[in-house]
Nanobody
Framework: QVRLVESGGGLVQPGDSLRLSCAAS????????LGWYRQGPGKQRDLVAT???????NYAESVKGRFIISRDNAKRMGYLQMNSLKPDDTAVYYC?????????WGQGTQVTVSS
């Protein structure tokens, strides 16, 4: 069982930056693939970025060049640096830890981009 807790969301203006954090309870966080997803109002939950245990990274086209996923296994932390935020980035952001067929989700953190 892995408990994930996201933090760092908030209300920002277009063009601003935010860094989301995902704290994992597992001491073996390093063996889990990490993902960030988001769900906007009235929308399905979509992939934002993933980072494998080996460091392979994948981004949704809509965030390429603006968002950066990273992790610090020693601290059991995952991060999502979000730059040049747009109103379309408004969503609840979730982190996900995956090991084989098993996955765990955090409770989400709200990001609102509005002028």
């Amino acid at each position: 069982q892995v408990r994930l807790v996201e933090s760092g969301g908030g209300l920002v203006q277009p063009g601003d930056s935010l860094r989301l954090s995902c704290a994992a309870s597992s001491s073996i966080f390093s063996i889990y693939n990490l993902g960030w997803y988001r769900q906007g109002p009235g929308k399905q939950r979509d992939l934002v970025a993933t980072m494998s245990t080996g460091g392979a990274i994948n981004y949704a086209e809509s965030v390429k060049g603006r968002f950066i996923i990273s992790r610090d296994n020693a601290k059991r932390m995952g991060y999502l640096q979000m730059n040049s935020l747009k109103p379309d980035d408004t969503a609840v952001y979730y982190c996900k830890a995956v090991l084989g067929a098993t996955s765990y989700w955090g409770q989400g953190t709200q990001v609102t981009v509005s002028s």
